[in-house]
């Protein structure tokens, strides 16, 4: 179920300058917090008898474009409304494109790269099977947090691909707001609070058996009670300790945490697209890099939580750095390494 650790997979955007990314930086601190976010984007309304005028800096440069999204769970809900609305570019989902043929979360199939080389595959087939020249992905990466082992952390990246301007752009977000979870149990009375964790029945779950030579059945999307205790008496009967695993379906149509998410990311990418690079006016300027090392409010000693942020261009080499966007100029002494040691 674990797809890898979601650390391990930041590390290859860095490698290709064409990549737009940013590391992780503590789940505690969000250095862009403040700036232009999905929170703080608001939908010009228009009114009647007044033609609003675009913000002279914004460039719609896809107004009017299509992108093939690749998806069979059901991601469009979350991703077509923002893009639409912030950048005029349509979302097309052909049918019938099978993405787990790149890797399920139950683990039939195996997920071969990084979330990232994923992404864009996905992104690619869509392309390929549309001859369209835009493409939309996202791959999402659910694991235990690497600094404390009990907060569930979601990893989840949006890559748009531009085969007209040779761009790929990529937009990510790390977030413990998820009900990634599992646990084990004969029947439903030893659930209950899992079922509350997990935002049963709203979240849907996936039961197998928990140990033992049968991998059978694998009941999947389960959201009523009456499947769910089916699924539990059958798997925990064929399971050699006589329990049934239950996680949680991290399909996005079956998990409204990851669409929220989701949703998150478009309005994030939907306004890194439709920023020019200062350079050379092509679209995707954003940030793509941090520079850690805010420096202790006692001592002054550089911490490791972020200074700088680094703004670049998906098309050029322009970079440009800027300060953190929540004003922060000193770190506390609890964060700093001489002064807490
Ligand atoms: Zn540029
Ligand atoms: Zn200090």
């Given at each position: 179920?674990?797809?890898?650790?979601?650390?391990?997979?930041?590390?290859p955007l860095l490698r290709n300058d064409s990549l737009v990314s940013v590391?992780?930086?503590?789940?505690?601190?969000?250095?862009?917090?403040?700036?232009?976010?999905?929170?703080?984007?608001?939908?010009?309304?228009?009114?009647?008898?007044?033609?609003?005028?675009?913000?002279?800096?914004?460039?719609?440069?896809?107004?009017?474009?299509?992108?093939?999204?690749?998806?069979?769970?059901?991601?469009?809900?979350?991703?077509?409304?923002?893009?639409?609305?912030?950048?005029?570019?349509?979302?097309?989902?052909?049918?019938?494109?099978?993405?787990?043929?790149?890797?399920?979360?139950?683990?039939?199939?195996?997920?071969?790269?990084?979330?990232l080389e994923?992404a864009i595959?996905?992104?690619?087939?869509?392309?390929?099977?549309?001859?369209?020249?835009?493409?939309?992905?996202?791959?999402?990466?659910?694991?235990?947090?690497?600094?404390?082992?009990?907060?569930?952390?979601?990893?989840?990246l949006?890559v748009?691909v531009?085969?007209?301007?040779?761009l790929q752009v990529v937009?990510?977000?790390?977030?413990?707001?998820?009900?990634?979870?599992?646990?084990?149990?004969?029947?439903?009375?030893?659930?209950?609070?899992?079922?509350?964790?997990?935002?049963?029945?709203?979240?849907?779950?996936?039961?197998?058996?928990?140990?033992?030579?049968?991998?059978?059945?694998?009941?999947?999307?389960?959201?009523?009670?009456?499947?769910?205790?089916?699924?539990?008496?059958?798997?925990?009967?064929?399971?050699?300790?006589?329990?049934?695993?239950?996680?949680?379906?991290?399909?996005?149509?079956?998990?409204?945490?990851?669409?929220?998410?989701?949703?998150?990311?478009?309005?994030?990418?939907?306004?890194?697209?439709?920023?020019?690079?200062?350079?050379?006016?092509?679209?995707g300027?954003?940030?793509v890099?941090?520079?850690?090392?805010?420096?202790?409010?006692?001592?002054?000693?550089?911490?490791?939580?972020?200074?700088?942020?680094?703004?670049g261009?998906p098309?050029?080499?322009?970079?440009?750095?800027?300060?953190?966007?929540?004003?922060?100029?000193?770190?506390?002494?609890?964060?700093?390494?001489?002064?807490?040691?």
């Amino acid at each position: 179920m674990e797809r890898g650790a979601p650390w391990r997979d930041f590390r290859p955007l860095l490698r290709n300058d064409s990549l737009v990314s940013v590391s992780p930086p503590a789940l505690a601190e969000r250095p862009w917090k403040g700036s232009a976010g999905p929170g703080r984007f608001k939908f010009r309304r228009q009114k009647a008898g007044r033609v609003l005028r675009k913000p002279s800096h914004y460039a719609r440069h896809y107004e009017g474009c299509t992108a093939v999204l690749c998806t069979k769970h059901g991601k469009e809900a979350a991703i077509a409304p923002p893009l639409r609305a912030m950048l005029g570019l349509a979302v097309y989902v052909p049918a019938g494109m099978d993405t787990d043929i790149l890797g399920t979360f139950t683990g039939e199939i195996e997920r071969v790269g990084t979330p990232l080389e994923v992404a864009i595959r996905k992104a690619r087939m869509g392309m390929e099977a549309t001859g369209l020249s835009f493409g939309l992905a996202s791959e999402g990466s659910f694991g235990p947090d690497p600094r404390a082992p009990f907060i569930p952390v979601h990893h989840e990246l949006l890559v748009f691909v531009d085969d007209q301007r040779q761009l790929q752009v990529v937009e990510q977000v790390v977030t413990s707001r998820t009900n990634y979870g599992h646990s084990t149990a004969a029947s439903l009375e030893d659930l209950a609070d899992f079922l509350d964790r997990a935002g049963f029945p709203s979240h849907a779950l996936v039961v197998r058996p928990n140990t033992g030579p049968e991998t059978q059945p694998l009941y999947k999307g389960l959201r009523a009670v009456g499947a769910l205790q089916e699924a539990l008496r059958e798997c925990a009967s064929v399971s050699a300790d006589g329990l049934a695993r239950v996680e949680t379906d991290m399909r996005a149509h079956m998990n409204p945490s990851r669409l929220a998410v989701l949703r998150r990311l478009a309005f994030r990418l939907g306004h890194r697209l439709r920023t020019p690079c200062p350079s050379c006016q092509s679209p995707g300027w954003g940030v793509v890099g941090v520079i850690k090392g805010l420096p202790c409010a006692e001592c002054g000693y550089p911490t490791e939580l972020v200074r700088e942020l680094v703004e670049g261009c998906p098309c050029c080499t322009f970079r440009r750095n800027r300060p953190r966007a929540d004003g922060r100029r000193t770190a506390s002494a609890g964060d700093c390494p001489y002064c807490n040691p």
